[in-house]
């Protein structure tokens, strides 16, 4: 088949797409769905720009997934993690923390970090650390981004 | 050619093993096997082409990772490096291709690369391919006709050639039990880099002697290779300093390095002898 018709539910919302078959999640979140949140950083799986959540919080990367193999998955992108307006306490942290410079890596940042979190809720700075090796920073470092996280762990466990 | 943009091609999304060997029969060397996706798609938009890709994602039931003590491991074609980072059975009994898979990639491309992609990549680099190659085991391929394994010996026959036919897909990567310590090793610059060199090594030890060692190297042939003249070297001995000295050697003496984008010749025949003494040290620690 060149093209494939698929139900892929974005942020809670299913959407009905028929799409050619050689196109990326990446390109079809951005492109066909208009949702430019999630970053096209390298396109090879280096940089983590395009990190998206599955259900479960697991962490893939949108630019290496064919759409057309997703039939049915439920994705959430930086834009579907906020509640009724109020921003997650992963989102939160990397404002009040400042741990955002030009601000392009953040959307990838900030779905690791909360995949990391799903995963582990209170990880160690080398934990952090090694989970966040396949997300990239070229603006600064990543001593305020770990921070975040940290802080994020702290918010999380306090209002649970 | 973009890292943006695939290629054009027909996606082929088989529901079953039946209907998948069908498609491949049909198709044959026009086709390209895709598991997680990580490698395929990047050698795609790096230039790759093929008329057809054929997703292993719709078949149910091979993404398993099974570990029985008499049988051994068995390892689907679907089953990701995260699902074997995340087993307890493999990183006790099978430490080489635990550590292998923990620094295979990024977080996010474990998630969906799969071991069994990984060998039949086919990579002198790969870092599951070494590991394989040290632990032994046989990969389960499929086609029309039934199944049949390969020794992972006689698997890779050259550079990103394997003994997989156009009509057969790998479903599975198994290793025997009890196949002894085990430990992988490997050199990068930074973590998320393919290897320079890596290394592989599983011990038979009764006591402090080595009755039988499989030494696995990458990043030094056209494949991940086995040093056979330093496991000779091995066999029967007690392991010593001076021993693991020869060893060394050895390793240097025998492999055949190339300069390439990620390293020298000279580096990689210097340290491969000295990285595979470590992992010697690392599997007996």
New interface residues.
């Given amino acids: ?2 093209t ?1 018709s698929i139900t892929l539910y974005v942020n809670g919302e299913a959407n009905s797409l028929t799409i ?5 999640l990446l ?1 079809v979140l951005r492109e066909d769905l208009g949702m430019p949140e999630t970053k ?1 950083g ?5 940089c ?1 720009a395009c ?1 998206v959540l ?1 259900e479960g919080g ?4 949108a ?4 759409a ?2 997703m ?1 049915g998955a439920k994705i959430t992108t930086v834009a579907g993690l906020d509640e009724d307006g109020k921003l997650h306490p992963v989102q939160e942290a990397f404002v009040t923390e400042g741990a955002i410079q030009c601000g392009y890596c953040t959307p990838g940042m900030v779905m ?1 970090s909360v ?1 990391i979190l799903a995963k582990n809720p209170k990880p160690t700075e080398e934990d952090i650390r090694r ?1 966040l ?3 990239i920073c070229r603006c600064t470092g990543y001593v305020k981004i770990v921070q975040a996280i940290q802080k994020a762990s702290e918010v999380m466990a306090s209002t649970r | 050619m ?12 088989p529901q079953s093993i039946p209907e998948a060997v069908e498609m491949l029969g049909k198709f044959q060397n026009k086709t390209a096997v ?1 598991a997680g ?2 490698d395929l ?2 050698l795609m ?2 230039g790759l082409e093929s008329d057809y ?1 054929m ?1 292993l ?2 078949i149910p039931g091979l993404d398993y990772v099974i570990y029985d003590p008499q049988e051994g491991l068995r390892v689907g074609a679907m089953a990701t490096l ?1 699902q074997v980072v995340e087993n307890a059975d493999v990183k006790k009994y099978y430490p080489a291709l635990w550590q292998s898979a923990c620094v295979n ?5 474990r ?2 690369a799969t071991v069994v992609g990984n060998i039949l990549r086919a990579s002198p680099a790969g870092d599951c391919c070494v590991a394989a190659l040290a632990l032994g085991g046989k990969v389960v391929l499929q086609g029309a006709a039934g199944k049949r394994e390969v020794d992972i010996d006689n698997f890779w026959v050259a550079y990103r050639k394997t003994a997989r036919q156009a009509f057969e897909f790998a479903v599975e990567y198994k290793i025997s039990a009890n196949v002894g310590k085990s430990a992988f090793k490997r050199m990068t610059r930074v ?2 880099d393919l290897a320079k060199l890596n290394a592989a090594v599983c011990l038979n030890m009764v006591g402090n002697v080595c009755q039988g060692a499989r030494l696995a190297v990458g990043c030094v042939a056209p494949t991940t290779v086995r040093v056979k003249k330093a496991e000779d070297i091995l066999k029967g001995k007690e392991i010593n300093e001076s021993v693991l000295k020869d060893v060394a050697a050895a390793v240097s003496a025998e492999v055949t390095p190339i300069d390439d984008v990620r390293s020298t010749a000279w580096y990689r025949k210097e340290v491969s002898g000295v990285l595979l003494k470590r992992t010697i040290e690392k599997a007996l620690a």
């Avoid at chain 1, 390298?42 to 280096?46: I, K, M, N, P």
């Avoid at chain 2, 890292?3 to 082929?12: A, G, H, V």
Wanted: glycine residues 8%.
């Fill in positions: 088949m060149k494939r050619p078959v050689n196109r990326t390109q096209y390298c396109g090879t799986g280096e983590g990190t599955l697991k962490s893939i990367l630019c290496l997934t064919l057309a193999t039939d690791k995949s989970e090796e396949g997300n | 973009s890292s943006r943009i695939l290629p054009e091609f027909d996606l082929l999304v895709m996706g990580t798609l990047v938009k790096a890709v997703s994602s719709e995260a990639g990024t977080p996010q491309t998630n969906k973590d998320q």
